[in-house]
C-alpha cells in the first residue's frame, strides 16, 4: 500500500520505519530537515514539507494514497488543521494520533474514523504482557481473546504439538511457532503435528487471557 506519514517525531519515525519494513510504499513528511535527512534512506520518499498548508497537502497528491497518517501529537492545533485540511482534499483513509482524551474527542467531533492512542494502547499491552509469564508481546483481538507471544514453557521442551494437546489440556490455540535461528527467528508457518518444541523457542497462542496465563505459569505438564 502508498502510505503518507505526517510528523516524524518519535511515534510517527517509528511508525514510518515499522511500515516500510512491512514493505509498504512510505512517504514520511516532515517541516524539519534533520529528521527527513534521517529517514530518507530507509523509506520510499522523504519529504520537507509544511503539513499545515493545504495548498503543500494538495501538490504532494495525498489522495491517490491508501492511507495517511497524521502522527502529529503534542501540536494540538496542527493535528487538528492538518486533519482538517485531508478531509477537504477527500482523502479517503486517515488516521490520527491522540495523545489524550481532549485530542481525541476533537478528532471524534471532526468525524475522523481512525484515532489511535498511541501511548494509552502501549500502557495497556505493557500491563497485559506483565502478567503474562514469559509474554514479549500481546494484542488484543476482543474483550474476551488474544494473541500472545510467549517463550516455550520448559515443560513443553522435547515434546511434540500432537502430545502436548495444547487445545484441549489448556484451552489454547496455536498459531505458529518462531524458532531461535542465529540472532534472530524464523517462522514455522503451519506447525505440523510431529513438530517437537525446542528450548528458545518462541510460541504464538490464541485464547482468553486466563487461558493463556494459566498455560504460561504452569510448572509441570
Same mark, same amino acid.
Given at each position: 500500500m502508498k502510505i503518507a ?10 511508525? /514510518?520505519?515499522a511500515?516500510a519494513?512491512e #514493505?509498504?510504499?512510505?512517504?514520511a513528511?516532515?517541516v524539519?530537515e534533520?529528521t527527513?535527512d ?6 520510499a520518499?522523504?519529504?520537507i514539507?509544511d503539513?499545515?498548508?493545504a495548498?503543500?497537502l494538495?501538490?504532494l497528491?495525498l489522495t491517490?494514497?491508501?492511507?495517511v497518517?497524521?502522527a ?5 492545533? /496542527?493535528s487538528l ?5 485531508l478531509?477537504e482534499?477527500g482523502v479517503?483513509h486517515?488516521?490520527c494520533? /491522540?495523545?489524550?482524551?481532549v485530542?481525541?474527542r ?6 475522523v474514523e481512525h ?6 494502547l502501549?500502557?495497556r499491552q505493557?500491563a497485559?504482557?506483565? @502478567?503474562i509469564? @514469559?509474554a514479549?508481546?500481546?494484542f488484543?483481538l476482543? #474483550?474476551?481473546f488474544?494473541?500472545v507471544e ?5 515443560f513443553?521442551?522435547?515434546?511434540n504439538?500432537v502430545?502436548s494437546d495444547?487445545?484441549?489440556r ?5 498459531v505458529?511457532?518462531?524458532r531461535? #535461528?542465529?540472532?534472530?527467528?524464523e517462522?514455522?508457518g503451519?506447525p ?6 525446542q528450548? @528458545?523457542?518462541e ?6 487471557e486466563?487461558?493463556?496465563k494459566?498455560?504460561?505459569?504452569? #510448572?509441570?505438564?
Amino acid at each position: 500500500m502508498k502510505i503518507a506519514v505526517i510528523g516524524l517525531g518519535q511515534f510517527g519515525f517509528q511508525l /514510518a520505519l515499522a511500515l516500510a519494513e512491512e #514493505k509498504h510504499e512510505v512517504v514520511a513528511i516532515d517541516v524539519e530537515e534533520k529528521t527527513v535527512d534521517a529517514i530518507k534512506d530507509q523509506v520510499a520518499h522523504a519529504v520537507i514539507a509544511d503539513a499545515q498548508d493545504a495548498k503543500v497537502l494538495d501538490e504532494l497528491g495525498l489522495t491517490d494514497f491508501d492511507r495517511v497518517c497524521v502522527a502529529i501529537g503534542e501540536d494540538f492545533a /496542527a493535528s487538528l488543521l492538518i486533519t482538517g485540511h485531508l478531509q477537504e482534499l477527500g482523502v479517503e483513509h486517515i488516521y490520527c494520533r /491522540a495523545v489524550n482524551p481532549v485530542h481525541e474527542r476533537l478528532l471524534n467531533l471532526m468525524k475522523v474514523e481512525h484515532i489511535v492512542q498511541a501511548e494509552l494502547l502501549a500502557a495497556r499491552q505493557l500491563a497485559k504482557r506483565m @502478567g503474562i509469564r @514469559g509474554a514479549t508481546r500481546h494484542f488484543d483481538l476482543s #474483550k474476551d481473546f488474544g494473541i500472545v507471544e510467549l517463550h516455550v514453557p520448559d515443560f513443553l521442551i522435547g515434546k511434540n504439538l500432537v502430545e502436548s494437546d495444547l487445545r484441549r489440556r489448556f484451552s489454547v490455540n496455536l498459531v505458529t511457532v518462531k524458532r531461535q #535461528k542465529g540472532d534472530s527467528h524464523e517462522v514455522i508457518g503451519v506447525p505440523p503435528p510431529e513438530l517437537v518444541f525446542q528450548e @528458545g523457542d518462541e510460541l504464538v497462542v490464541f485464547g482468553t487471557e486466563p487461558a493463556i496465563k494459566g498455560f504460561s505459569s504452569r #510448572k509441570e505438564f
